[in-house]
T-cell receptor, first 113, second 113 residues
């Protein structure tokens, strides 16, 4: 079946450094990908998305890269700040007649002051 | 803040009881999805409602049911609660159309004793 997973469960980064969070997906028919940030006790917060006809998209301090050949997705956070500490999920949203978001297990980002 | 609200924030029930969770979608959003997030895991899709009808369902038993009202708010009902139903229940709303971003509420923490 389809699945979305992450390579690293925990990532520790020094404040000010860049962070890279990786994700692999298995459904080659997926056409839309999203990164969510979830802080403790809160619901997932949309960060950035990318459609399958793109390979890169930039937001404020964040960049998402999509490599469809190897079914790999990454989130880059520039100048990581303590407020970036959270669990990050990549998710797949496929058009199966309805919107179904499939999440991976998440990567915990710890920013070291 | 996404504009999606959920109630209650926390809830404690005993095994075998029934529970109703509520969600108000973001203004202009007519699609509501429900997710179950066990501790340390990614959210799992339960089902989605569009125009007051269920139009997609994940791998959850029939004792998980829902409703959507004309104002697009929604309820999740769980009958015959089991210990494994203890989780964070998330509601997400989105505008119509495949791939439209889902915006999550803060969740309801359900504990089944």
């Amino acid at each position: 079946g389809e699945s979305v997973g992450l390579h690293l469960p925990t990532l520790s980064v020094q404040e000010g450094d860049n962070s890279i969070i990786n994700c692999a997906y298995s459904n080659s028919a997926s056409d839309y990908f999203i990164w969510y940030k979830q802080e403790s006790g809160k619901g997932p917060q949309f960060i950035i998305d990318i459609r399958s006809n793109m390979d890169k998209r930039q937001g404020q301090r964040v960049t998402v890269l999509l490599n469809k050949t190897v079914k790999h997705l990454s989130l880059q956070i520039a100048a990581t700040q303590p407020g970036d500490s959270a669990v990050y999920f990549c998710a797949e949203n496929s058009d199966g007649g309805y919107q179904k978001v499939t999440f991976g297990i998440g990567t915990k980002l710890q920013v070291i002051p | 803040e996404t504009g999606v609200t959920q109630s209650p924030t926390h809830l404690i029930k005993t095994r075998g009881q029934q529970v109703t969770l509520r969600c108000s979608s973001q203004s202009g959003h007519n699609t509501v999805s429900w997710y179950q997030q066990a501790l340390g895991q990614g959210p799992q899709f339960i089902f989605q409602y569009y125009r007051e009808e269920e139009n997609g369902r994940g791998n959850f038993p029939p004792r998980f049911s829902g409703l959507q009202f004309p104002n697009y708010s929604s309820e999740l009902n769980v009958n015959a609660l089991e210990l494994d139903d203890s989780a964070l229940y998330l509601c997400a709303s989105s505008a119509p159309g495949a791939g439209d971003t889902q915006y999550f509420g803060p969740g309801t923490r359900l504990t089944v004793l």
